[in-house]
């Protein structure tokens, strides 16, 4: 299908236009702007719906993009935003803060551009195997409740919480960490269960008495920080306040994809690059457009999405991505 300059910016002019209002864009808003007559645009509204670019809400309505519209848009009419001073500054004082690593970064990033389009912000991350262990500390919280924190040589910081099946003294747990410290530092983070395993566990009875209590527990926790993935969501009621979105119905049914994690994790991206799924062409919904891509910078890597109505500002959330992709974890 090959449209005319004519049909290409009429249909360029529809979709910015409903893009802005929500509202079905009619042939006489559009007469002064294409410097034609009303029947000669409605003649092309009317070709560009037979070429299902175009759709109608009602018979007596003006015209909205159809998801294969909102498609070519985006594959052969629509060009990057530039970014504006202010999206600007917000976003340098994340990705140049130095004090930052780069998963905070990433997730602050991310807050800030759900703030600026009201659209939902989605960071799964995880730790790539080139991350060593840098440092293990350990908080107890009471006689069977401890929090494990994992330090890696890029600065990636993760915790979880150690339950002990049993009375442990807490020298027992501190010779414990302290043995772990000595011999897996230095370890890639997705070798440290087998390091366990093979280096600690045939030793540990020799320096602690409660081995067995601590040993599986400290196992147990070490295995999930090399499997988890970590999932980070922002302005998850952004998409709600979308005129789209209005109906009881519809909103039970995004909130519930929203708390289903499973369905979140499916967003991860394999490709390169930023991409665009338009309604049928996503895992999530119909109804709604993710923007994602993968990232890996400084051993860390995961994807960054947004979810926003098909009717998205396509140009502007393209822009914000690759201001993130192209500046986190740069060097001055």
Do not use: W
């Not at 390169?272 to 119909?286: K, L, P, R, V």
């Not at 109804?287 to 396509?314: C, F, H, Q, S, W």
Request: aromatic letters at 6%.
């Amino acid at each position: 299908m090959v449209l005319t300059n004519r049909q290409e910016h009429l249909l360029k002019l529809i979709v910015e236009d409903y893009i802005k209002t929500a509202r079905p864009v009619s042939s006489k808003s559009l007469c002064e702007i294409m410097n034609c007559s009303s029947a000669t645009i409605r003649a092309e509204m009317s070709l560009l719906e037979d070429y299902n670019l175009l759709e109608k809400e009602h018979i007596s309505s003006g015209r909205v993009p159809s998801e294969k519209g909102y498609r070519y848009y985006v594959d052969h009419i629509m060009q990057p935003k530039e970014l504006t001073g202010d999206d600007m500054l917000k976003l340098q004082t994340i990705v140049n803060n130095k004090s930052l690593v780069v998963s905070d970064v990433i997730a602050r990033s991310m807050e800030i551009v759900s703030q600026l389009t009201n659209y939902t912000a989605i960071v799964l991350g995880k730790t790539s195997k080139d991350n060593l262990i840098s440092k293990v500390e350990v908080i107890p919280i009471d006689k069977h409740n401890m929090v494990a924190i994992i330090v890696t040589d890029k600065g990636h910081v993760d915790h979880k919480n150690i339950y002990l099946d049993g009375n442990v003294e807490a020298k027992e747990v501190s010779k414990t960490v302290d043995l772990i410290n000595k011999l897996i530092v230095g370890t890639p983070i997705d070798e440290v269960s087998s390091f366990l395993e093979f280096q600690v566990k045939p030793i540990i009875s020799t320096y602690v008495e409660q081995h067995e209590i601590l040993y599986n527990a400290f196992y147990n926790a070490f295995n999930d920080f090399t499997t988890a993935e970590s999932i980070k969501m922002s302005g998850t009621k952004n998409i709600l306040m979308q005129p789209e979105f209005n109906d009881a119905d519809k909103i039970r049914d995004i909130i519930s994809k929203f708390e289903d994690k499973e369905l979140v994790k499916s967003i991860e991206e394999e490709d390169n690059g930023i991409n665009i799924y338009i309604g049928s062409e996503n895992n999530i919904d119909d109804d709604v457009t993710v923007i994602k891509t993968k990232y890996t910078v400084n051993g860390e890597e995961g994807t960054i999405a947004l979810i926003g109505p098909k009717r998205m500002e396509y140009d502007r959330v393209i822009t914000l991505l690759n201001y993130i992709m192209n500046n986190i974890g740069k060097e001055d």
